[in-house]
């Protein structure tokens, strides 16, 4: 027997999990170290960017 009826199909606009895609320069050799530590520990690039900058903001002493 045919399902007739379609499931919908729901996609979300870009953006709209709370995430925003930025562009930053940085040098070759601390993109190296950061995939290489990322692999080291399982994680993506992503995911230990954005643990980094975390940390990092929620660390920071601003004088």
């Known amino acids: 027997m045919k399902n007739t009826e379609l499931e919908k199909l729901v996609l979300k606009k870009r953006g709209e999990d709370g995430t925003k895609v930025i562009t930053i ?7 190296a170290d950061i995939d290489a530590t ?26």
């Open 25 to 31: 320069r940085i040098r070759e050799n601390l993109l």
């Open 38 to 63: 990322a692999q080291q520990i399982n994680y993506s690039r992503n995911e230990l960017i954005c643990a980094i900058l975390q940390h990092g903001i929620n660390n920071i002493e601003i004088q």
